[in-house]
Protein backbone atom coordinates (compact mmCIF):
# COMPACT_ATOMS: atom_id res chain seq x y z
CA UNK A 1 0.00 0.00 0.00
CA UNK A 2 1.20 3.43 -0.76
CA UNK A 3 -1.23 5.97 0.61
CA UNK A 4 -2.66 3.86 3.56
CA UNK A 5 -1.64 2.77 6.84
CA UNK A 6 -3.20 -0.26 8.87
CA UNK A 7 -2.37 -0.94 12.40
CA UNK A 8 -3.87 -3.31 14.74
CA UNK A 9 -4.49 -2.21 18.70
CA UNK A 10 -5.30 -5.86 19.73
CA UNK A 11 -8.95 -5.50 18.32
CA UNK A 12 -9.46 -2.19 17.08
CA UNK A 13 -8.34 -1.40 13.60
CA UNK A 14 -6.59 1.92 12.80
CA UNK A 15 -6.47 2.98 9.00
CA UNK A 16 -4.31 6.01 8.68
CA UNK A 17 -4.85 7.74 4.62
CA UNK A 18 -1.54 8.88 4.05
CA UNK A 19 -0.80 11.47 1.47
CA UNK A 20 0.31 14.62 2.95
CA UNK A 21 1.57 15.68 -0.30
CA UNK A 22 -2.02 16.43 -1.54
CA UNK A 23 -3.80 16.97 2.06
CA UNK A 24 -4.43 13.66 1.93
CA UNK A 25 -6.88 14.19 -1.13
CA UNK A 26 -8.81 11.07 -2.30
CA UNK A 27 -7.35 10.05 -5.88
CA UNK A 28 -8.35 6.32 -7.42
CA UNK A 29 -5.70 4.51 -5.91
CA UNK A 30 -5.90 6.08 -2.02
CA UNK A 31 -9.87 5.14 -3.01
CA UNK A 32 -8.72 1.66 -4.24
CA UNK A 33 -5.88 0.92 -1.52
CA UNK A 34 -8.91 2.13 1.48
CA UNK A 35 -11.43 -0.64 -0.44
CA UNK A 36 -8.80 -3.13 -0.33
CA UNK A 37 -7.76 -2.17 3.45
CA UNK A 38 -11.73 -2.35 4.53
CA UNK A 39 -11.74 -5.43 2.56
CA UNK A 40 -8.84 -7.35 4.04
CA UNK A 41 -10.18 -6.86 7.76
CA UNK A 42 -10.68 -9.77 10.03
CA UNK A 43 -14.27 -9.04 11.27
CA UNK A 44 -13.81 -12.13 13.43
CA UNK A 45 -11.05 -10.58 15.77
CA UNK A 46 -11.98 -6.81 15.07
CA UNK A 47 -14.55 -4.84 16.38
CA UNK A 48 -14.24 -1.69 15.88
CA UNK A 49 -12.28 0.61 13.43
CA UNK A 50 -11.08 3.93 13.32
CA UNK A 51 -9.81 6.11 10.08
CA UNK A 52 -7.67 9.56 10.48
CA UNK A 53 -6.05 11.37 8.08
CA UNK A 54 -1.75 11.90 8.39
CA UNK A 55 0.22 14.88 9.36
CA UNK A 56 -1.80 17.41 11.50
CA UNK A 57 -3.51 19.41 9.16
CA UNK A 58 -5.82 17.11 7.14
CA UNK A 59 -8.20 14.26 7.32
CA UNK A 60 -8.99 14.35 3.75
CA UNK A 61 -8.82 17.43 1.49
CA UNK A 62 -11.64 16.35 -1.15
CA UNK A 63 -11.16 14.49 -4.12
CA UNK A 64 -8.35 14.90 -6.17
CA UNK A 65 -9.09 18.02 -7.93
CA UNK A 66 -6.33 17.98 -10.20
CA UNK A 67 -6.89 14.45 -11.35
CA UNK A 68 -10.68 15.45 -11.96
CA UNK A 69 -10.24 19.00 -14.03
CA UNK A 70 -10.03 17.33 -17.21
CA UNK A 71 -12.72 14.34 -16.75
CA UNK A 72 -15.29 13.49 -19.55
CA UNK A 73 -18.87 13.05 -18.54
CA UNK A 74 -18.47 9.17 -18.72
CA UNK A 75 -15.43 8.80 -16.82
CA UNK A 76 -17.09 11.11 -13.89
CA UNK A 77 -19.63 8.74 -13.80
CA UNK A 78 -17.23 6.31 -13.28
CA UNK A 79 -15.09 8.33 -10.67
CA UNK A 80 -18.50 8.59 -9.04
CA UNK A 81 -19.27 4.81 -9.06
CA UNK A 82 -16.08 4.25 -7.14
CA UNK A 83 -16.28 6.25 -5.08
CA UNK A 84 -20.48 5.12 -4.02
CA UNK A 85 -18.61 1.60 -4.01
CA UNK A 86 -16.19 2.43 -1.57
CA UNK A 87 -17.83 4.74 0.56
CA UNK A 88 -21.23 2.27 0.44
CA UNK A 89 -18.05 -0.63 1.72
CA UNK A 90 -17.45 1.61 4.40
CA UNK A 91 -21.41 2.72 5.72
CA UNK A 92 -22.40 -1.37 5.31
CA UNK A 93 -18.80 -2.56 6.86
CA UNK A 94 -20.26 -4.87 9.77
CA UNK A 95 -18.54 -3.55 12.49
CA UNK A 96 -18.31 0.34 13.27
CA UNK A 97 -16.40 2.71 11.68
CA UNK A 98 -15.46 5.93 13.55
CA UNK A 99 -13.50 8.83 12.02
CA UNK A 100 -11.27 10.87 13.46
CA UNK A 101 -11.18 14.51 11.64
CA UNK A 102 -8.01 15.67 12.30
CA UNK A 103 -8.32 18.62 10.15
CA UNK A 104 -9.95 19.38 7.22
CA UNK A 105 -12.89 17.62 6.18
CA UNK A 106 -13.75 19.23 2.52
CA UNK A 107 -15.64 17.61 -0.22
CA UNK A 108 -15.17 14.05 -0.57
CA UNK A 109 -13.66 13.70 2.94
CA UNK A 110 -16.77 15.47 4.63
CA UNK A 111 -18.15 12.62 2.42
CA UNK A 112 -15.62 9.68 3.31
CA UNK A 113 -16.40 11.02 7.50
CA UNK A 114 -20.58 10.95 6.59
CA UNK A 115 -20.05 7.24 5.56
CA UNK A 116 -18.49 6.18 8.98
CA UNK A 117 -21.11 5.70 11.41
CA UNK A 118 -19.48 8.20 14.39
CA UNK A 119 -17.22 11.47 13.96
CA UNK A 120 -15.09 12.84 16.65
CA UNK A 121 -13.50 16.26 15.15
CA UNK A 122 -10.14 17.72 16.67
CA UNK A 123 -10.68 21.61 17.35
CA UNK A 124 -8.58 22.16 14.34
CA UNK A 125 -11.14 20.34 12.18
CA UNK A 126 -12.64 22.04 8.93
CA UNK A 127 -16.06 20.80 7.45
CA UNK A 128 -17.44 21.73 3.79
CA UNK A 129 -18.95 20.81 0.66
CA UNK A 130 -17.07 23.32 -1.65
CA UNK A 131 -18.07 21.55 -4.56
CA UNK A 132 -20.75 24.38 -5.59
CA UNK A 133 -17.53 26.83 -6.09
CA UNK A 134 -15.98 24.21 -7.86
CA UNK A 135 -18.84 23.50 -10.90
CA UNK A 136 -19.65 20.53 -9.54
CA UNK A 137 -21.81 18.94 -7.01
CA UNK A 138 -20.91 15.94 -4.41
CA UNK A 139 -20.28 13.16 -6.19
CA UNK A 140 -19.34 10.66 -3.54
CA UNK A 141 -22.78 10.50 -1.06
CA UNK A 142 -22.85 14.17 0.04
CA UNK A 143 -26.11 15.10 -1.86
CA UNK A 144 -27.89 12.01 -0.01
CA UNK A 145 -25.59 11.30 3.75
CA UNK A 146 -25.34 14.79 4.66
CA UNK A 147 -29.33 15.70 4.62
CA UNK A 148 -30.12 12.03 6.31
CA UNK A 149 -27.30 13.11 9.30
CA UNK A 150 -27.53 16.93 9.69
CA UNK A 151 -31.42 17.52 8.87
CA UNK A 152 -32.08 18.93 4.96
CA UNK A 153 -32.37 22.79 5.94
CA UNK A 154 -28.70 22.70 7.24
CA UNK A 155 -27.75 20.79 4.46
CA UNK A 156 -28.67 22.52 1.78
CA UNK A 157 -27.22 25.79 3.26
CA UNK A 158 -23.74 23.94 3.32
CA UNK A 159 -24.43 22.48 -0.19
CA UNK A 160 -25.23 26.04 -2.06
CA UNK A 161 -22.80 28.16 0.03
CA UNK A 162 -19.87 25.97 -0.13
CA UNK A 163 -19.55 27.42 3.20
CA UNK A 164 -17.02 25.80 5.59
CA UNK A 165 -17.64 24.93 9.32
CA UNK A 166 -15.54 24.83 11.94
CA UNK A 167 -15.48 21.49 15.02
CA UNK A 168 -17.72 23.25 17.28
CA UNK A 169 -20.27 24.25 14.36
CA UNK A 170 -20.05 21.05 13.42
CA UNK A 171 -21.03 20.03 16.80
CA UNK A 172 -24.05 22.38 17.23
CA UNK A 173 -24.84 21.22 13.89
CA UNK A 174 -24.99 17.06 15.19
CA UNK A 175 -22.57 16.34 12.57
CA UNK A 176 -20.28 15.15 15.03
CA UNK A 177 -20.23 13.34 17.87
CA UNK A 178 -17.45 14.93 20.35
CA UNK A 179 -14.68 17.99 19.91
CA UNK A 180 -11.37 17.37 21.39
CA UNK A 181 -7.77 18.64 21.18
CA UNK A 182 -6.15 17.56 18.53
CA UNK A 183 -3.19 15.78 20.15
CA UNK A 184 -6.07 14.10 22.23
CA UNK A 185 -8.26 13.30 19.41
CA UNK A 186 -6.49 9.94 18.39
CA UNK A 187 -6.36 8.62 22.40
CA UNK A 188 -10.07 9.30 22.44
CA UNK A 189 -11.08 7.62 19.18
CA UNK A 190 -9.32 4.65 20.48
CA UNK A 191 -10.90 4.65 23.72
CA UNK A 192 -14.40 5.06 22.19
CA UNK A 193 -13.63 2.16 19.80
CA UNK A 194 -12.24 0.20 23.17
CA UNK A 195 -15.69 1.20 24.93
CA UNK A 196 -17.94 -0.19 21.72
CA UNK A 197 -15.57 -3.27 21.70
CA UNK A 198 -16.61 -4.23 25.29
CA UNK A 199 -20.10 -4.67 23.90
CA UNK A 200 -21.63 -7.87 22.21
CA UNK A 201 -19.95 -7.81 18.95
CA UNK A 202 -23.22 -9.66 17.35
CA UNK A 203 -25.69 -7.35 19.07
CA UNK A 204 -23.42 -4.22 17.85
CA UNK A 205 -23.35 -5.38 14.52
CA UNK A 206 -27.10 -6.01 14.75
CA UNK A 207 -28.08 -2.07 15.99
CA UNK A 208 -25.75 -0.91 13.12
CA UNK A 209 -27.74 -2.83 10.33
CA UNK A 210 -30.69 -2.36 12.33
CA UNK A 211 -29.98 1.11 11.85
CA UNK A 212 -28.75 1.18 8.25
CA UNK A 213 -31.29 -0.85 6.34
CA UNK A 214 -34.29 0.71 8.50
CA UNK A 215 -33.22 4.37 7.37
CA UNK A 216 -33.88 2.89 3.83
CA UNK A 217 -36.65 1.64 4.66
CA UNK A 218 -40.35 2.52 5.43
CA UNK A 219 -41.58 2.55 9.47
CA UNK A 220 -43.51 -1.01 8.83
CA UNK A 221 -40.16 -2.58 6.78
CA UNK A 222 -38.24 -0.70 9.15
CA UNK A 223 -39.65 -2.24 12.44
CA UNK A 224 -39.73 -5.70 10.37
CA UNK A 225 -36.14 -5.54 10.14
CA UNK A 226 -35.72 -4.67 13.79
CA UNK A 227 -37.71 -7.12 14.79
CA UNK A 228 -35.25 -10.01 12.48
CA UNK A 229 -31.97 -8.32 13.79
CA UNK A 230 -33.36 -8.52 17.34
CA UNK A 231 -34.59 -11.74 17.48
CA UNK A 232 -31.55 -13.26 15.94
CA UNK A 233 -29.47 -12.34 19.04
CA UNK A 234 -31.52 -14.54 20.83
CA UNK A 235 -29.69 -17.48 19.31
CA UNK A 236 -25.89 -16.32 20.13
CA UNK A 237 -24.57 -17.46 23.51
CA UNK A 238 -23.93 -13.78 24.20
CA UNK A 239 -27.10 -13.16 24.69
CA UNK A 240 -27.29 -15.96 27.05
CA UNK A 241 -24.33 -15.63 29.28
CA UNK A 242 -24.64 -11.66 29.55
CA UNK A 243 -28.72 -11.67 30.64
CA UNK A 244 -27.60 -14.93 32.97
CA UNK A 245 -25.07 -13.07 34.79
CA UNK A 246 -27.55 -9.90 35.26
CA UNK A 247 -30.02 -12.42 36.83
CA UNK A 248 -27.79 -14.13 38.92
CA UNK A 249 -26.77 -10.33 39.96
CA UNK A 250 -22.79 -11.12 39.04
CA UNK A 251 -20.28 -9.42 36.29
CA UNK A 252 -21.27 -10.41 33.07
CA UNK A 253 -18.39 -12.11 31.39
CA UNK A 254 -16.54 -10.73 28.34
CA UNK A 255 -18.27 -11.62 25.47
CA UNK A 256 -17.65 -14.22 23.05
CA UNK A 257 -18.36 -13.13 19.56
CA UNK A 258 -20.61 -16.04 19.41
N1 LIG B 1 -7.03 17.75 -4.58
C1 LIG B 1 -5.75 17.78 -5.02
N2 LIG B 1 -4.75 18.43 -4.37
C2 LIG B 1 -5.08 19.06 -3.22
C3 LIG B 1 -6.37 19.08 -2.72
C4 LIG B 1 -7.39 18.37 -3.44
N3 LIG B 1 -8.65 18.30 -3.03
N4 LIG B 1 -6.38 19.80 -1.58
C5 LIG B 1 -5.13 20.22 -1.39
N5 LIG B 1 -4.33 19.79 -2.37
C6 LIG B 1 -2.89 20.03 -2.55
C7 LIG B 1 -2.61 21.45 -3.04
O1 LIG B 1 -2.75 21.52 -4.44
C8 LIG B 1 -1.18 21.64 -2.58
O2 LIG B 1 -0.34 20.98 -3.46
P1 LIG B 1 1.07 21.70 -3.91
O3 LIG B 1 1.86 21.82 -2.63
O4 LIG B 1 1.66 20.73 -4.87
O5 LIG B 1 0.70 23.02 -4.48
C9 LIG B 1 -1.14 20.87 -1.25
O6 LIG B 1 -2.26 19.96 -1.28
C10 LIG B 1 -1.29 21.77 -0.04
O7 LIG B 1 -2.45 22.53 -0.22
P2 LIG B 1 -2.49 24.12 -0.08
O8 LIG B 1 -1.17 24.72 -0.44
O9 LIG B 1 -3.68 24.62 -0.84
O10 LIG B 1 -2.70 24.27 1.48
P3 LIG B 1 -3.43 25.46 2.24
O11 LIG B 1 -3.14 25.27 3.68
O12 LIG B 1 -3.07 26.78 1.64
O13 LIG B 1 -4.99 25.25 1.98
C11 LIG B 1 -7.01 23.95 1.78
C12 LIG B 1 -5.64 24.09 2.46
C13 LIG B 1 -7.93 25.08 2.20
C14 LIG B 1 -7.62 22.61 2.22
C15 LIG B 1 -6.82 23.99 0.26
O14 LIG B 1 -5.79 23.06 -0.11
C16 LIG B 1 -8.02 23.65 -0.52
O15 LIG B 1 -8.93 24.47 -0.66
N6 LIG B 1 -8.11 22.39 -1.04
C17 LIG B 1 -9.20 21.96 -1.85
C18 LIG B 1 -10.41 21.65 -0.98
C19 LIG B 1 -11.58 21.27 -1.84
O16 LIG B 1 -12.13 22.06 -2.57
N7 LIG B 1 -12.01 19.99 -1.72
C20 LIG B 1 -13.12 19.47 -2.46
C21 LIG B 1 -12.69 18.89 -3.76
S1 LIG B 1 -14.07 18.44 -4.79
C22 LIG B 1 -14.56 16.97 -4.17
O17 LIG B 1 -14.07 16.48 -3.20
C23 LIG B 1 -15.67 16.30 -4.91
C24 LIG B 1 -15.95 14.90 -4.37
C25 LIG B 1 -16.84 14.14 -5.29
C26 LIG B 1 -16.16 13.81 -6.59
C27 LIG B 1 -17.04 13.02 -7.46
C28 LIG B 1 -16.46 12.96 -8.87
C29 LIG B 1 -17.35 12.36 -9.85
Known sequence: MQYIKYERQENIAIIIIDRQEALNALNIQVLEELRETFAAIDTAVVRCVVISGAGGKAFVAGADIAEMSNMSQEEAVAYARKGHEVFCAIENFPLPVIA?????????????????????????????????????TPGFGGTQRL???????????????????NAQEA???????????QDELMEQA?????????????????????????????????LAIETKLFAACFASLDQK?????????????????K
Open 190 to 222: VKLAKKIATNAPIAVQAAKKAVNDGLAADMDAA
Open 100 to 136: AVNGYALGGGCELSLACDLRLAAENAVFGQPEAGLGI
Open 171 to 181: LVCGLVNAVYP
Open 241 to 257: NAMRAFVEKRPVDPFLN
Open 147 to 165: PRIIGVTKAKELLYTANRI
